[in-house]
């Protein structure tokens, strides 16, 4: 299967988790960037939409300096507050925005006359929105696809603490997925900065690896 253009050029994505972090978070995102990832997504959904927005504008400059594309995660309306496209969501996160940007469309064919422009600069954001999906079955994968997703993240596919006492799903499970979609799939759990790893799940299909505890303990 062919699969659509890659929005994010490259094989690694780093993946922050500032609980791991030995070092203050700002300084880790630094040495982070300095080994030049494709992109960074900003995982710390725990935080309250403000938090996680002030934190934000402060990991996105430091990216920017380093030339790294900083992918949001699960806060839509902080990324449109911050001009940023790239946003990652869980599946059910991404459901209802898809569900809420059809009933906008369907609301606005109603009526008569064309939205006014925040309405029109609204639809013109969600359209370019390049959006990415952590799934964790075939079937999650395809509706994803189905939804508008331009990227997956799959796994877990090696042990790993992060998800200690879970079994792994394996190489074949992240080859089924990248069979199943037409969209760029990055493999995720236990990979690390191992070569071998990065390699393997490439021969499933994945357009690379997403990389969370080696890059928050580099």
Known sequence: MCKKENPIPGKIIAVTNRSLCERPFLGQIKRVCEKK??????REKD?????YEEL??????ICDEYGVSCILHSYMEAAKRLE???????LPLLRTYMQETENWKKQTEAEIKLPEQPE???KECRNKMILGCSVHSVEDAIEAEKLGASYLTAGHIFATDCKRGLPPRGTDFLKQVCESVNIPVYAIGGIGLDDE?????REC??????IMSAFMKL
């Open 37 to 42: 990832p494709a992109a960074l997504i900003l």
């Open 47 to 51: 935080l309250p939409e403000t938090e």
């Open 56 to 61: 934000a504008k402060q990991v996105l400059k």
């Open 84 to 90: 940023r496209r790239y946003v990652h969501l869980p």
């Open 120 to 122: 029109q600069n609204d």
């Open 197 to 201: 790893k990065i390699d393997r799940v």
């Open 205 to 210: 299909g994945a357009a690379g690896a997403c």
